[in-house]
């Protein structure tokens, strides 16, 4: 008898441990892992496999292991939502992501509807955290802000100029463009032109002479680096010198593939480049040591990652009502530096910062 019971105890206790080795957290990153925009895709998945590999190899995160599910939105807000889906049906927690604006904002509804926390580390339209639920975040800044930047420095640098002001229709892109010409014209100066392009196209060629017939001297772009890249480089195959202006979606190096020489001097605004930070120097090296340049949003995503894990453990769990009041009373300790965030869910940190396109790569100013 004294057998049986020892050896049931043991098997009990065989079984806890096994049952404890197998717990684990589900979270996902969900971005463009395809199409044209596959860039930002691959930046994020790089830094949430990065992340989660980290945390493991740190214990995980409350003694749990963390699994990583990839989402592939494809910038498409229906397919964004199925994605969404997905993640429920999985048993996601959290979500880094998602890249685009048009993703993300109703994506968050269904995150909202089914208790999901959602960081976003690139979308930056002001509606996703202004319309959106108590469980959206994000540790980008905002198109308003950023519009404000723009909009000063054009106003500032070119106000005797003749300035165009495009968008691809897209809720970043018009949102990003409209907040540039509003602060603008609030300088008192009036767009040249204001146009709309789609998106995807690989001819711009008529848009192009359009500006140049109009004798615009510079052109702000609020969409992605693969259309302003194709804009600003059949510009110089016409012989046109104007100057490009945009905004962070053009953090890639694939901006530079399609621009080649064309693209020097391109000014863009992003937040400040996180390579930088002394804190993120270990982080960055193993990313370098790896063969990958982590660029754009790949920290982003990273930082999104650590925050969450951090206010997972001093919420002591992953109920959500406990995560996002951890999330709006700390201070988290991210390679993006120290960052909290306020009633919105928008991130308390440095604000957008100019960055110039030179022999093939991006930096301050």
């Known amino acids: 008898m004294k057998r049986l019971k020892s050896s ?13 080795a197998r717990a684990e957290i589900i979270i996902a990153t969900a971005g463009p892992m395809t199409g044209q925009y596959a860039s930002f895709g691959e930046q994020m998945q790089r830094g949430a496999e990065m992340a989660v590999a980290d945390l493991n190899a740190a214990g995980g995160v409350l003694g749990q292991m963390v699994k990583l599910e990839v989402g592939d939105d494809a910038c498409d807000p229906k397919q964004a939502v199925a994605v969404a889906n997905k993640f429920v049906s999985d048993g996601v927690k959290f979500v880094a992501g998602h890249f685009c604006s048009g993703s993300s904002i109703p994506a968050s509804q269904v995150y909202q509807e089914e208790g999901i926390l959602q960081i976003s580390p690139a979308s930056t339209n002001p509606k996703l955290t202004d319309e959106g639920g108590p469980n959206v975040f994000r540790v980008c800044g905002r198109d308003d802000q950023q519009g404000i930047v723009a909009g000063n420095f054009l106003a500032d640098t070119f106000g005797g100029k003749k300035i165009a002001v495009l968008h691809d229709k897209t809720a970043y892109g018009k949102g990003l463009a409209d907040e540039t010409k509003k602060q603008l014209n609030a300088r008192g100066i009036q767009e040249a032109m204001y146009e709309a392009y789609t998106a995807g196209e690989k001819d711009y060629s008529a848009l192009v002479s359009k500006m140049k017939g109009a004798g615009v001297d510079v052109f702000y772009v609020g969409g992605y680096h693969t259309e302003a890249g194709l804009m600003v480089r059949q510009a110089r195959e016409q012989g046109y010198n104007v100057q490009l202006v945009s905004g962070d979606a053009l953090v890639t190096d694939e901006f530079w593939k399609i621009t080649g020489p064309a693209g020097e001097g391109t000014l863009m605004t992003f937040s400040p480049d996180p390579r930088k930070n002394p804190a993120a120097a270990p982080i960055v090296k193993k990313f370098r040591d790896g063969g990958y340049e982590p660029e754009g949003y790949t920290l982003y995503t990273y930082g999104a990652i650590q925050a969450w894990a951090q206010a997972v453990t001093k919420a002591g769990g992953t109920d959500i ?43 301050y100013r």
């Open 8 to 20: 049931l105890l043991v098997a009990a206790a065989v079984s806890a441990l096994s049952l404890g």
């Open 321 to 363: 009502e406990k995560v996002i009041d951890s999330l709006r009373a700390n201070t988290f300790q991210t390679v993006l530096g120290d960052i909290g965030f306020d009633d919105k869910g928008d991130v308390t940190a440095p604000g957008y910062v100019w960055y110039e396109w030179k022999a093939g790569t991006y930096d």
